[in-house]
């Protein structure tokens, strides 16, 4: 898809946070996941990632509830860069709830607020309101 413009594709706006790996190396850090379509992405890094990051470059994003997809980077704007996958996928799933609650990289904001753990709740001990 890199050779076509898709700029017309509808996109979500989120925030969601991704791990990135350039050119099947291990992964160099997390990226801001500013606007996700079927076809690619804006991420937003730090400076170090920056200073790694070019037009043409080929990478690799670990989208929630999606797992790793390849792309190349299609522009870059100061700390933000484009991604133009290289397979379409999903871009719902990545907004979906879904992942255990109690694993660990699953940001506390996003777990529910009970004592119990999840599916031990006991109807008859919760209070109504």
Same mark, same amino acid.
């Given at each position: 898809?890199?050779?076509?413009?898709?700029?017309?594709?509808?996109?979500?706006?989120?925030?969601?946070?991704?791990?990135?790996? /350039?050119? #099947?190396?291990?992964?160099? =850090?997390?990226?801001?996941?500013? $606007? @996700?379509? +079927?076809? &690619?992405?804006?991420?937003?890094?730090?400076?170090? /990632?920056? #200073?790694?990051?070019?037009? =043409?470059?080929?990478?690799?994003? $670990? @989208?929630? +509830?999606? &797992?790793?997809?390849?792309?190349?980077?299609?522009?870059?704007?100061?700390?933000?860069?484009?991604?133009?996958?290289?397979?379409?996928?999903?871009?719902?799933?990545?907004?979906?709830?879904?992942?255990?609650?109690?694993?660990?990289?699953?940001?506390?904001?996003?777990?529910?607020?009970?004592?119990?753990?999840?599916?031990?709740?006991?109807?008859?001990?919760?209070?109504?309101?």
């Amino acid at each position: 898809m890199s050779g076509v413009d898709t700029r017309h594709i509808a996109r979500d706006s989120l925030f969601l946070m991704a791990d990135l790996r /350039i050119d #099947g190396e291990a992964p160099c =850090g997390k990226v801001k996941v500013r $606007n @996700l379509s +079927n076809g &690619g992405m804006m991420a937003e890094c730090g400076p170090a /990632i920056a #200073g790694r990051v070019q037009g =043409g470059t080929r990478l690799s994003v $670990n @989208l929630r +509830n999606i &797992g790793w997809v390849d792309g190349t980077v299609a522009w870059v704007q100061d700390n933000r860069f484009g991604i133009a996958f290289n397979r379409e996928i999903d871009a719902a799933e990545a907004r979906a709830k879904g992942g255990d609650i109690q694993d660990d990289n699953v940001p506390r904001f996003t777990r529910p607020s009970s004592i119990f753990p999840a599916g031990m709740v006991d109807p008859d001990r919760v209070r109504k309101i």
